[in-house]
Each structure stands twice: as C-alpha cells, then as structure tokens.
C-alpha cells in the first residue's frame, strides 16, 4: 500500500498524490501517516479512491469529495467532508463544527461525536453520527438524512426544509419550524438500511424522526410584527 | 482569527519543560494570528512581586535598579529581556514601585507572585526567541497569537491582558459589548489602559473576582454579561480556566492525560505533546466552564 507521510510530503503534494491516484481507474489504497492536525487533507478527490489517515486531521479533512472512501483513525477538526458530493467518509473519532456542512450527497460517518452545526445546509448528503451532536445541527437543511445515535443539542433543525432528522436520544431544543414527525415504514426502511451501511448496533424503531413543519415556507402577513 | 494556547501541569517533573512545550504550541499557531504574540508563564512563587515591565526603548531600563534602590530604600533586583524587565519587588512596596514606574514612562504588563508576561509585536517564534520563552519553567502557563481586528497592532494591544495580580486572559473572538462594560467597570473604579475589547474581559472577571467570585463564577458572570464572540483561556496564581460564548463558533480543543491539561484553538498545537496519542481530547463545550485548580 502506497503511503505518504506528512511529516516527510508537504499537504499539496499528498493531495496531488491522491486526486492524481483516484483519477486513475484501479488504485491501490493509500495510507497517510503522521497528519498532525493538518488541514485540508485528502481534499477533492474526484474517483474511487480508499485513503487511511492515521491519525486527527484539523479543518476541512475530505472536502468536496466525490466517489472516493476517506477512513481517519482519528478526529476531524471543522469542516469535515463538506459539501461532499458522494462517496464515504468515516470518522473514528469525534468531529468539530459543521461536519458534513453542505453536502449533496455520499455517506459521513461519525463514531464519536459530532460538536454544533453539523449537517447545516446539508443538501443530500446521509450523515450518521454514533455519539452525540452540538447546537444548531441540520440548521436550514435542505435534503439528505441526519441520523444520530445519542443526543441532539439545542436548536435541531432550525429552519429546516426538506431533510430527514433521525434521533435516538435526547433532542434538548428543536428549532424553529422543526417538529417531531410520525414514524412511518418507509422512515424505518431508510434508517435501517443507513444504520447497516454506518455498522451502527441500533435498531430503526428506537429513533424517533423530526422534519420541517412547513410553515416557514412562505412569507406569513399574520407574522409581519415579529420581523 | 487569533490561536490561544495553555497548558496546565498537573506533575512537577514536567515544569522545566513548559516553556519548551508552549513556545512549539504557540508557533504552531502562527497561522491563526501572525501580528504579535505573547505568553503568561507561571514560574516558582516568588518571595515579594514580580512586576514584568516593557520600553520600546531598553536604554529606558539603563540605571533602572539604582534608581529604584534610591526611591525604595531597598535594593530591586532587575532581570533583563529584551524589551522586558521582570523586577522583584517586596510586596509592602508595591504601590511606590508602580508610581515610580509609571513616572519613568514604563509599561506594567503585570505584577504577581508567580505570573509574568512577555508580549511583542511580531512572528510568534521571533517573539518566543527574544524572549527566551523556550528556557522558561513554571506550573502553567497561556499564550496568544493575534490577527488583530478590534484595535491596532500594538504591544499593549497584544495578548495575554493581566488586570489583576496573578491573573491574565487571553481571547480569540470580539467582544460587542466593550465600550458599555468599560463605563460600568469605570463607575466601580476598575479602570482600563487600553482601547482593546479584550482588556474589558479581563477587567471584568479580575473585578468579580475582587467582589468574592470564585475564578468559576467569574468566567459563568463572562455567559451573562459580556455580549459578542469568545472563546476565553485564563489564568490565576493556581488555576486556568477556559469559557466559550454560547454560539461557540471559535475553534477550541483540549487534551488530558495523567501529567497535563492542554488547550488550543487546533489539534495541530498538540501533536508534539507527549503521550497525545493516549490523551483524552475533547472539544469544551459551548456556555460551559472549565476550570482546573491546584
């Protein structure tokens, strides 16, 4: 397995490496040692590509990436896999601000736990986080799913469109325009097959899900004094 | 933007080593604040005060010790770096030290038992070498570097801010609500020297702590009554705390293991710590208080 030792390779050159690599058709499997925190590693990769980092990696670890698998054997600093395209991202550890934050589409997953403002404005992406989540998460969320094994923090899904919010634990405020939503075979389907997918040891029916009210939608003239 | 760095010690075999550990910190921050840099370091308690004072001019400290002499009645040792000088001073002696000082144009940048303070404009690593930050030992100790936003790049307006013996504050955010505290600390005769928000926050938690606050309280008085962002590092005689504003949008990270507490704005301040691969590290939480005393 090839591998790239960042306390050797300057960060343009790994990444060079790599989005040279998954470019290609069939490539080997990378290894990155000794990130040290780094930003921006393994950004931008654009084929089928499995990159380990072994070790926490610091902002926007796995940024826009399309089709690849990045596993870190660590944490992830802020901004991790944002505004994925596809492809999957594991996180051994926990993960700072605004994890997933865009994201069109791909799988995140989170072993640890997730701090505020994760999935804000994500747009397709599934996001399962195994721990627990910060303030704000899934805020203005357009599409995609939010699935959290542990706690929610305050504010879930504040002004939320069209994404799909799945939490097991405790939900310590929900935003505005958020609202628990029945629980209906086709949510249990989707949850089942993302908990599989996340090697997550939960069963669907202990979840419950929250979606968008709605009524945010549109402007509302009865409201006009509260802007 | 600005990167703060701490580091607590919780075994004594560490202490020789702790300026070492934090001027690697502090440089690894030099991305996040690159216009000046300073560290608060907590060394042996000494017997008296030791008053840490900057020039921009060192032939400001030329003769300094004899004239203290002669204006004390005691002999003040004096130990030179580079733009600083740290004075040791008999405690009943402190307020003819300062108004001598003050008289000679010097800056306090801080007085206390244990704590002194080394601020420059400048890289981190070149403020770290004038200082000698790297041969410096103590219990703990906070550094700053600063991408100045809220009042000019100067050397009173780096950080750490120390408005009280012993305690100093470092501060990456703005603060919103500075001019109005200001006023409010002014009425109860906390006064300020500089323009800079952060100073604000200093004054108002050494001032709560002045009125009977517990360093805890203080920094839970930091949630309710300073308006803006924060993520807040501070230091006493034998603490260190760390606070962040609700919102929490400034970066934070910490390390534990059995030998040291860490702070920093990035995991990357860490890597060189020994023992972080085994190290429980977490990101503090937002409106929550942290604090470790010994």
């Given at each position: 397995m090839?591998?790239?030792?960042?306390?050797?390779?300057?960060?343009?050159?790994?990444?060079?490496?790599?989005?040279?690599?998954?470019?290609?058709?069939?490539?080997?499997?990378?290894?990155?040692?000794?990130?040290?925190?780094?930003?921006?590693?393994?950004?931008?990769?654009?084929?089928?590509?499995?990159?380990?980092?072994?070790g926490?990696?610091?902002?926007?670890?796995?940024?826009?990436?399309?089709?690849?698998?990045v596993?870190?054997?660590?944490?992830?600093?802020?901004?991790?896999?944002?505004?994925?395209?596809?492809?999957?991202?594991?996180?051994?550890?926990?993960?700072s601000?605004?994890?997933?934050?865009?994201?069109?589409?791909?799988?995140?997953?989170?072993?640890?736990?997730?701090?505020?403002?994760?999935?804000i404005?994500?747009?397709?992406?599934?996001?399962?986080?195994?721990?627990?989540?910060?303030?704000?998460?899934?805020?203005?969320?357009?599409?995609?799913?939010?699935?959290?094994?542990?706690?929610?923090?305050?504010?879930?899904?504040?002004?939320?469109?069209?994404?799909?919010?799945?939490?097991?634990?405790?939900?310590?405020?929900?935003?505005?325009?958020?609202?628990?939503?029945?629980?209906?075979?086709?949510?249990?389907?989707?949850?089942?097959?993302?908990?599989?997918?996340?090697?997550?040891?939960?069963?669907?029916?202990?979840?419950?899900?929250?979606?968008?009210?709605?009524?945010?939608?549109?402007?509302?003239?009865?409201?006009?004094?509260?802007? | 933007?600005?990167?703060?760095?701490?580091?607590?010690?919780?075994?004594?075999?560490?202490?020789?080593?702790?300026?070492?550990?934090?001027t690697?910190?502090?440089?690894?921050?030099?991305?996040?604040?690159?216009?000046?840099?300073?560290?608060?370091?907590?060394?042996?308690?000494?017997?008296?005060?030791?008053?840490?004072?900057?020039?921009?001019?060192?032939?400001?400290?030329?003769?300094?010790?004899?004239?203290?002499?002669?204006?004390?009645?005691?002999?003040?040792?004096?130990?030179?770096?580079?733009?600083?000088?740290?004075?040791?001073?008999?405690?009943?002696?402190?307020?003819?030290?300062?108004?001598?000082?003050?008289?000679?144009?010097?800056?306090?940048?801080?007085?206390?038992?244990?704590?002194?303070?080394?601020?420059?404009?400048?890289?981190p690593?070149?403020?770290?070498?004038?200082?000698?930050?790297?041969?410096?030992?103590?219990?703990?100790?906070?550094?700053?570097?600063?991408?100045?936003?809220?009042?000019?790049?100067?050397?009173?307006?780096?950080?750490?801010?120390?408005?009280?013996?012993?305690?100093?504050?470092?501060?990456?955010?703005?603060?919103?609500?500075?001019?109005?505290?200001?006023?409010?600390?002014?009425?109860?005769?906390?006064?300020t020297?500089?323009?800079?928000?952060t100073?604000?926050?200093?004054?108002?938690?050494?001032?709560r702590?002045?009125?009977?606050?517990?360093?805890?309280?203080?920094?839970?008085?930091?949630?309710?009554?300073?308006?803006?962002?924060?993520?807040?590092?501070?230091?006493?005689?034998?603490?260190?705390?760390?606070?962040?504003?609700?919102?929490?949008?400034?970066?934070?990270?910490?390390?534990?293991?059995?030998?040291?507490?860490?702070?920093?704005?990035?995991?990357?301040?860490?890597a060189?710590?020994?023992?972080i691969?085994?190290?429980?590290?977490?990101?503090?939480e937002?409106?929550?208080?942290?604090?470790w005393?010994?």
């Amino acid at each position: 397995m090839p591998t790239l030792d960042m306390s050797q390779v300057e960060l343009r050159e790994v990444n060079q490496t790599l989005q040279g690599a998954a470019g290609t058709q069939i490539a080997e499997p990378y290894e990155i040692i000794n990130p040290r925190g780094s930003h921006a590693v393994a950004c931008g990769l654009n084929g089928p590509l499995t990159v380990t980092v072994k070790g926490s990696t610091g902002y926007y670890c796995a940024g826009m990436n399309k089709d690849a698998t990045v596993h870190v054997e660590g944490s992830a600093g802020p901004g991790v896999a944002e505004n994925m395209m596809s492809g999957t991202v594991v996180i051994d550890g926990d993960a700072s601000q605004y994890a997933g934050a865009t994201g069109h589409g791909g799988l995140l997953v989170i072993k640890g736990n997730a701090s505020s403002r994760c999935g804000i404005s994500m747009k397709g992406i599934d996001i399962v986080v195994h721990g627990n989540i910060g303030h704000m998460s899934a805020f203005m969320a357009q599409k995609g799913n939010l699935v959290v094994l542990g706690d929610a923090g305050e504010a879930l899904g504040d002004s939320l469109y069209e994404a799909r919010l799945f939490v097991r634990g405790s939900v310590k405020s929900l935003g505005a325009d958020c609202i628990e939503k029945e629980m209906r075979p086709e949510h249990l389907k989707v949850l089942a097959n993302l908990l599989e997918k996340a090697g997550a040891d939960a069963k669907p029916e202990e979840f419950k899900r929250y979606g968008s009210a709605r009524k945010l939608y549109n402007f509302n003239i009865d409201h006009a004094d509260e802007y | 933007m600005c990167g703060i760095v701490g580091l607590f010690l919780k075994k004594d075999e560490l202490r020789p080593r702790l300026g070492d550990m934090l001027t690697d910190m502090l440089i690894t921050m030099t991305d996040r604040g690159p216009d000046s840099a300073g560290i608060a370091i907590y060394g042996d308690a000494a017997d008296g005060l030791k008053f840490t004072v900057q020039s921009d001019d060192p032939a400001a400290f030329d003769g300094l010790a004899e004239a203290l002499e002669t204006t004390l009645g005691v002999s003040i040792p004096v130990t030179l770096k580079d733009t600083h000088a740290v004075l040791l001073v008999p405690t009943e002696k402190e307020a003819a030290a300062i108004e001598a000082l003050e008289a000679r144009d010097l800056r306090i940048m801080g007085i206390g038992e244990a704590m002194e303070i080394f601020k420059e404009v400048g890289l981190p690593k070149d403020v770290a070498e004038r200082f000698g930050l790297r041969e410096m030992g103590g219990s703990h100790g906070i550094g700053h570097t600063r991408m100045a936003t809220e009042s000019a790049v100067t050397t009173l307006g780096a950080h750490p801010f120390s408005t009280a013996e012993d305690q100093c504050l470092v501060h990456n955010g703005s603060l919103s609500n500075h001019n109005d505290m200001r006023r409010r600390l002014a009425k109860k005769g906390v006064f300020t020297k500089t323009e800079n928000d952060t100073e604000v926050g200093a004054a108002y938690i050494s001032s709560r702590i002045a009125e009977g606050a517990t360093l805890g309280e203080a920094l839970e008085g930091t949630l309710k009554d300073l308006d803006g962002f924060f993520t807040f590092v501070t230091g006493t005689k034998t603490g260190f705390g760390v606070v962040r504003d609700p919102i929490a949008c400034k970066p934070a990270v910490m390390a534990e293991t059995d030998d040291y507490v860490a702070f920093a704005s990035e995991y990357r301040a860490f890597a060189d710590l020994p023992g972080i691969d085994t190290a429980r590290v977490w990101e503090p939480e937002p409106a929550t208080v942290y604090f470790w005393e010994r």
